[in-house]
């Protein structure tokens, strides 16, 4: 994932009787986008005469844009949509970039993307597969979710939805029916231990689970464990959960997992550092057009206690934030591999209900200044993953996992 920040479009627009009898809603958005370029440009150029000659220059390029989209759209042999040329001209300018990290998203990864950003859905709360046989199965229901209040489990066979088989069916045309239905609850079958089971589901918001607990208890301490996957809208808060549920059982210290988690929202990062540092403490840098701007933890108070973070190749971007802010800002020991090495910031820009992009803006540096970018974050002690851990993945196997639990036993 992306390290993002959002801003969204201003979908109301005047209306314009000649506008509207003139151009499509696409063909409006597409000249006011132009126009402020134009206007950009222009207001650049009175307040610094040096820039007008450059000015000209892009103002001809537009121009040119401007020239070659009519020319397209009154001499192409078959109707133009007009929604197509726009993100056409949007896709090809971030691709241009050539950036791995700035990217155009169509309807269906715009979905996608923001779903797992906004740590929520309007859904059931299940998780689905397909077996061996084609059919539909159920591998994870989320605690608290309408699934999970009727009943649903884990290996259930889902055989029909408002008596529609779904026996032999993907997985996606159950997720399809309950998502582009405007229905509020759905009546499912399903087959549990060779049984036909009839129950009714709703609809709700959904919020998908990202953090989970536990406590290790090693030479008489109690040692917290936090894990986490995604910096989504959702995590922060159930990050605090969790950290309260085993500073209530009064641990001794923590170790912070973000291990394969390849970042998320920014705000997210600094709202789950701003638990463990007071307002003095800086938790990262912006560098953008050559200024550098430092921002402080939003918290109240430094916690005492040790924290570990654990770290891969696959930690990225707000993992690296959050591992860099801990260890120079807190004090915490990095366990792991040298992290993946992202140093860049991305906006994501909302251009209406189905198409949004997103392009690199910034850099991020840690605390004391430095730009981790394509060199990744490099831990205070260097574990490779055993191959043992691999062939059965348990927490006996992690020797990782276990080289932090002695590290804070000690």
Not at 145 to 174: F, H, M, R, W
Not at 313 to 318: F, L, R
């Amino acid at each position: 994932m992306s390290f993002e920040t959002n801003t969204r479009g201003d979908k109301t627009m005047r209306k314009n009787k000649e506008l509207k009898n003139t151009f499509h809603t696409s063909e409006v958005v597409f000249l006011i986008v132009i126009t402020c370029i134009v206007s950009l440009f222009m207001g650049r150029a009175i307040s610094n005469p040096k820039l007008l000659e450059t000015d000209k220059n892009q103002n001809k390029l537009i121009e040119q844009l401007l020239t070659h989209y009519e020319y397209i759209k009154e001499n192409y042999y078959e109707e133009v949509e007009d929604e197509k040329l726009l993100n056409g001209a949007l896709s090809g300018m971030i691709n241009a970039l050539e950036d791995p990290y700035s990217m155009f998203f169509d309807e269906a990864n715009s979905d996608y993307f923001n779903m797992t950003l906004n740590g929520n859905y309007s859904g059931i709360g299940i998780e689905i597969t397909n077996n061996s046989d084609g059919n539909i199965v159920i591998v994870g229901v989320f605690s608290n979710s309408p699934a999970s209040k009727a009943g649903l489990q884990e290996q259930d066979i889902v055989s029909a939805i408002n008596e529609t088989s779904l026996l032999g069916k993907d997985k996606s045309e159950l997720t399809a029916y309950v998502k582009e239905n405007n229905l509020n609850e759905f009546d499912l079958t399903i087959i549990r231990n060779q049984e036909e089971i009839h129950t009714t589901v709703k609809k709700e918001i959904v919020e998908i689970p990202s953090v989970s607990s536990k406590i290790y208890e090693r030479n008489g301490k109690k040692i917290g464990y936090i894990y986490f996957g995604i910096f989504s809208n959702t995590t922060a808060q159930q990050f605090q959960r969790e950290l309260e549920q085993l500073e209530a059982q009064n641990i001794d210290s923590l170790i912070i997992d973000v291990r394969e988690n390849s970042g998320g929202h920014l705000t997210t990062a600094v709202d789950i550092v701003s638990l463990f540092l007071d307002q003095t403490k800086v938790i990262y840098q912006i560098e953008k057009k050559n200024e550098t701007t430092k921002y402080y933890s939003k918290g109240k108070t430094t916690k005492k206690y040790a924290v570990v973070v654990l770290q891969n190749k696959n930690s990225a971007s707000a993992s690296e934030l959050l591992s860099a802010a801990m260890k120079e800002s807190y004090g915490a020991t990095i366990i792991g591999t040298t992290s993946f090495g992202k140093g860049t910031v991305q906006k994501l820009v909302t251009v209406d209900d189905s198409v949004e992009y997103k392009f690199t803006t910034e850099k991020w540096l840690t605390p004391n200044g430095n730009w981790i970018h394509e060199k990744g974050l490099n831990p205070d002690i260097m574990v490779e993953m055993d191959e043992a851990y691999f062939q059965g993945q348990n927490d006996e196997n992690d020797n990782q996992l276990q080289e932090a639990i002695r590290y804070l036993a000690q």
